[in-house]
């Protein structure tokens, strides 16, 4: 049974990661920012009593559940505004893009040469960019498998499909993400 302040330290670790999973997905700051405050407030009231081990893949499905959660909300919600065209949204908010590029300590770019940190922020960019091109489920593979570093079962177990499903979805990204880059003359 985790404790509260191994429960405290376990969302405190996985907030940053889980937000921009959501943001990739939503592409939009506010949205993403609730739907994981939502998910961390569910998983401290349905399974704080669980061991520390449970508690990554259990906030993963949390989190993947709120986030279809509110695009069924802004589907329902987009069918009443297109009836009521005086509701309408405006469509500038559509185009938002993650700009905050939150930096691991591990990898900080202090005490490097300008020029590598400029190329390495650029490349971040890119990247971003064409992970937020990946179909849904291809993204959420490849974002589980190689950011959050979970291995193949515990992907299939989050995801809820087979884990050659999960294989197939991360070599399709992988292959993806490497022809865009080729085609951007980034090489590695």
Request: aromatic fraction near 8%.
């Given at each position: 049974?985790?404790?509260?302040?191994?429960?405290?330290?376990?969302?405190?670790?996985?907030?940053?990661?889980?937000?921009?999973?959501?943001l990739?997905?939503?592409?939009?700051?506010?949205?993403?920012?609730?739907?994981?405050?939502?998910?961390?407030?569910?998983?401290?009231?349905?399974?704080?009593?669980?061991?520390?081990?449970?508690l990554?893949?259990?906030?993963?499905?949390?989190?993947?559940?709120?986030?279809?959660?509110?695009?069924?909300?802004?589907?329902?919600?987009?069918?009443?505004?297109?009836?009521?065209?005086?509701?309408?949204?405006?469509?500038?908010?559509?185009?938002?893009?993650?700009?905050?590029?939150?930096?691991?300590?591990?990898t900080?770019?202090?005490?490097?040469?300008?020029?590598?940190?400029?190329?390495?922020?650029?490349?971040?960019?890119?990247?971003e960019?064409?992970?937020e091109?990946?179909?849904?489920?291809?993204?959420?593979?490849?974002?589980?498998r190689?950011w959050e570093?979970?291995?193949?079962?515990?992907?299939a177990?989050?995801m809820?499909?087979?884990?050659?499903?999960?294989?197939?979805?991360?070599?399709?990204?992988?292959?993806?993400?490497?022809?865009?880059?080729?085609?951007?003359?980034?090489?590695?």
């Amino acid at each position: 049974m985790a404790s509260a302040k191994e429960l405290s330290d376990f969302l405190k670790s996985s907030e940053k990661r889980a937000f921009k999973q959501v943001l990739y997905a939503v592409r939009d700051e506010d949205a993403a920012l609730d739907i994981v405050q939502d998910a961390m407030i569910k998983l401290s009231q349905s399974y704080g009593d669980k061991n520390i081990e449970e508690l990554p893949l259990l906030f993963t499905r949390i989190v993947q559940n709120c986030t279809k959660d509110w695009f069924r909300r802004q589907k329902v919600r987009n069918t009443w505004v297109t009836l009521f065209s005086k509701f309408k949204k405006n469509d500038a908010d559509e185009d938002a893009h993650p700009e905050d590029f939150l930096e691991n300590p591990e990898t900080s770019s202090f005490g490097q040469e300008s020029s590598k940190q400029l190329e390495r922020m650029e490349l971040s960019t890119i990247l971003e960019k064409e992970i937020e091109k990946l179909p849904n489920r291809q993204r959420e593979a490849f974002l589980m498998r190689y950011w959050e570093e979970l291995d193949i079962s515990e992907t299939a177990s989050a995801m809820g499909c087979s884990e050659g499903s999960v294989k197939t979805h991360c070599s399709r990204a992988c292959h993806t993400l490497a022809l865009a880059l080729k085609k951007l003359g980034i090489s590695f």
